[in-house]
């Protein structure tokens, strides 16, 4: 059965990919809607330019892959505060939950604040303000396959649903959700993970009588630890609203003992230069702490003339006695 639920999600995975890239053509490029959908989530991702389809391990798996969730010892919960662009403010939290030594569930909210914003009317006079908002629910799910792993990897799959009312400019409510896989391969010389995982697929939110696409995205991720302290990633990201694109990430441990560790990142996302953003950028920088079961992550991302965007993460992990001893926290 276990073997049966596995062959159909990666079917429906490796044939959503294609279905979904018939819209993905330089003309259809802008043309999306709900795009609070695409604000990426959580320090330790946006600190590696969000290569992190591979990675994935804890609760902001929900949003980057929710094939990562499987990965969580036992239970965990974090929280985002996000400083976007304009003064526009976004807030993730999310937690995730261990029902059995295959099983973890999850669940995540996001809420984004743009602030109240003059209005006007056709002839430029002033027309009172409006308050521009938007608020996403999510559930995930993420499953250890044992019929299709070996003693040298494993595979993980995994599927996330959301629900999403914005007030942006009119009221719409939007239904969308994820299908994500992952294989580790924890015991070769150099480890090595690979994952993909198709975003937002549903029917688009709709107003009036006109129903707007939402902003799909197909990313294929794959990560190798060279040493036992240094991580390097890399994605690629085809979406309807985008072109494509690469993203490169690395993070270097610094292990000060059993009290704590830290951790430097940094990465480029190839999508800013097609923007018209120079290569600096295209950059975004990150650090953190771990000590105890607690995380501290930070990033900062420069966004040009629009402003410089910083990432806060704080996350908790349960105490790992009586899970599963093959996934730990990092």
């Not at 596995?6 to 959503?16: D, R």
């Not at 044992?146 to 990897?153: A, G, M, N």
């Not at 295209?282 to 040009?304: C, H, P």
Request: proline share 5%; with cysteine.
């Amino acid at each position: 059965m276990r073997h049966q639920v596995g062959g159909a999600l990666v079917a429906v995975l490796l044939c959503a990919a294609p279905a979904a890239a018939r819209d993905f053509s330089t003309e259809s490029i802008g043309t999306s809607s709900a795009d609070f959908l695409t604000i990426d989530v959580g320090a330790r991702a946006v600190g590696m330019a969000g290569a992190y389809t591979a990675i994935a391990n804890d609760p902001y798996s929900i949003y980057w892959n929710p094939a990562g969730l499987a990965q969580v010892p036992k239970s965990a919960a974090t929280f985002m505060h996000h400083r976007f662009i304009a003064d526009i403010n976004f807030d993730y939290g999310a937690y995730a939950h261990r029902i059995n030594d295959v099983s973890v569930i999850g669940g995540a909210f996001r809420y984004m604040d743009a602030g109240s914003i003059p209005a006007t009317d056709i002839n430029g006079g002033t027309a009172g303000y409006f308050h521009p908002q938007a608020f996403t629910w999510e559930v995930g799910w993420g499953q250890y396959i044992p019929d299709l792993s070996t003693t040298d990897s494993d595979m993980t799959m995994g599927a996330s649903f959301r629900y999403a009312h914005s007030d942006l400019v009119r009221h719409a409510d939007v239904f969308a959700g994820d299908l994500g896989i992952q294989q580790h391969y924890f015991n070769a010389w150099i480890p090595y993970r690979f994952g993909a995982v198709i975003q937002n697929l549903g029917p688009g939110p709709k107003y009036d009588e006109k129903r707007e696409r939402l902003p799909v995205k197909a990313r294929l991720g794959a990560s190798i630890h060279p040493s036992k302290f240094w991580l390097l990633a890399l994605d690629g990201t085809l979406g309807n609203d985008q072109e494509p694109s690469a993203q490169l990430g690395s993070e270097v441990t610094l292990d000060t003992g059993d009290v704590a560790k830290a951790f430097l990142r940094g990465g480029i996302d190839t999508r800013r230069l097609t923007n018209g953003l120079d290569g600096f950028k295209a950059v975004s920088f990150g650090l953190g702490i771990k000590t105890l079961q607690f995380s501290f992550d930070y990033s900062f991302s420069a966004m040009g003339e629009l402003g410089d965007s910083h990432r806060f993460s704080v996350s908790f992990n349960f105490p790992t006695r009586g899970g599963p001893k093959k996934y730990r926290e990092r």
